[in-house]
DNA sequence: GTATAAAGTTTAGTCCACTTAACTAAAAAG
DNA sequence: CTTTTTAGTTAAGTGGACTAAACTTTATAC
């Protein structure tokens, strides 16, 4: 059974339905333009956030072995969107990072997705605006703090 | 050259970015575990939230092609997640729908993505979560006006 | 130093989504 | 009533992601 949702959870939940419908969808379509599959866009999006790593971290991340990694990154490499070196302190290890193409790529696709959030707010008060800015820096620092204690 | 982001925008990129980040990975999580493929779960969730509809909606939902809605649809029906019927005002379409087991599926989803959400905010102040309701509905009000004027 | 473990690559083969093209059947148009 | 359009399916074939297994190279353990 079910417990109601508090009227939070409600306003939260209903948020999120709307956002993740929406988000998910302009995600897709803008992956498509690039002619990037999804693993692939993938990768350079973690490569973005999370700057370089090995091929191992990939491998963990997207829970697919170590073959499907190392070919994923070859094609990447191939089309010119990361830089794979050698480690220099483990000569087994590369580490992989993104180029600047693929740089630009992620980068243009994130500002379409902000593009649409300006476009939300735009019609909001500016009193609105500042009760949204201090919501969402509250949530964004629960997160935070959700998951560093995990 | 990029215009600064107003404090509103900025707590909006950053709330957004964690957000992402977070609920995209357990969303493909949940969709590994049901051991079905990404486009054939999306097409579980379109159903989920638009209701019946037809294969060429699919299609261009999807913008694939007549033949692989058809396809995909067809392994949903054998892994019984939906169900085809004739339409009865129009003998050539066929609709398709949720069945139990796939509204059981697509709940269960949600509800995991929904139990994150209230966890984040478990540890906010009541005062807090009045007001991260009262921003949350204005935005998600704002998002469905946009989404109407176009 | 030799054995073992670890990081990554290559190869062969599977599964799935997808497309094009040919098809069936029903509705709409003339 | 015949023609054309519409909704969907079927079949053949392509390309990508994936795995398991065998392999190379470097680091670590003993």
Redesign the pocket.
């Known amino acids: 059974m079910m417990t109601k949702p508090s009227p939070m959870s409600h306003a939260l939940r209903a948020w999120m339905d709307v956002f993740m419908h929406r988000s998910m969808r302009s995600w897709h379509v803008y992956v498509k333009t690039t002619g ?5 866009f993938s990768i350079l999006m973690q490569l973005h956030y999370k700057g370089a790593c ?4 990939i ?1 963990e991340k ?14 990447l490499v191939q089309g010119g969107y990361i830089e ?1 070196a050698e ?1 220099p ?7 992989i990072q993104l180029s600047p193409k693929g740089s630009d790529l992620i980068e243009a696709g994130i500002k379409e997705r902000y593009r649409w959030m300006d476009e939300i707010t735009s019609n909001l008060t500016a009193e609105e605006k500042g009760r949204v800015a201090g919501a969402l820096r509250l949530l964004t620092e629960a997160a935070k703090n959700l998951e560093d204690s995990k």
Do not use: C, H, I, N
């Not at 090995?54 to 971290?57: F, H, I, R, Y």
């Open positions: 990037l599959t999804m693993p692939q090995g091929m191992s971290e491998s997207f829970d697919v072995t170590a073959a499907a990694a190392s070919q994923l990154a070859e094609k794979r480690d302190s483990d000569r087994r290890a590369k580490f």
